[in-house]
C-alpha cells in the first residue's frame, strides 16, 4: 500500500495563491489532484503521468499548474488567481497506471484544507 504526504493548503484571500505538494511512499505513475468543496462531489482538478502531459479541468485551466519531480516521485499544484469557489478540501491521488479519463484512483491523501475569501 502507497501512502501519499501532503503538504500545503491554508487560507488565502481572493486573487492570491497556494501550493499543494505530494509525495508518495512508494511507486506511482498517474498522480494527481481532487477536490470536494462543502455540499458537493469530490472533482479532479488536474492529473498527470509519467509522459509530463498533464490533464486538467476545464474550471482550473490557465489558472492552476500541476507539474512533477519525477526524481522524488512527488506532485506539485500550483494554484493562482483562486476564487472562493476553489474553496474545498484537496485530496492527493495516485496509480500505478498511466493515467485515463476518468483518472483511476488506487491511493488517496489525508486531504488538505484550501479556503479563499
Known amino acids: 500500500h502507497v501512502q501519499l504526504v501532503e503538504s500545503g493548503g491554508g487560507s488565502v484571500q481572493a486573487g492570491g495563491s497556494l501550493n499543494l505538494s505530494c509525495v508518495p511512499s512508494?511507486?506511482?505513475?498517474?498522480m494527481g489532484w481532487f477536490r470536494q468543496a462543502p455540499g458537493k462531489e469530490r472533482r479532479a482538478v488536474a492529473y498527470?503521468?509519467?509522459?509530463?502531459?498533464?490533464t486538467y479541468s476545464a474550471f482550473v485551466k490557465g489558472r492552476f499548474t500541476i507539474a512533477r519531480d519525477n526524481a522524488k516521485n512527488a506532485v506539485y499544484l500550483q494554484m493562482n488567481s483562486l476564487q472562493p469557489d476553489d474553496t474545498g478540501t484537496y485530496s492527493c491521488?495516485?496509480?500505478?497506471?498511466?493515467?485515463?479519463?476518468?483518472?483511476?484512483?488506487?491511493?488517496w491523501g489525508q486531504g488538505t484544507q484550501v479556503t479563499v475569501s
Open positions: 491521488a495516485a496509480s500505478g497506471r498511466w493515467c485515463s479519463q476518468p483518472m483511476k484512483v488506487d491511493y
Open positions: 498527470v503521468d509519467l509522459t509530463d502531459r498533464p
Open positions: 512508494g511507486y506511482t505513475n498517474c
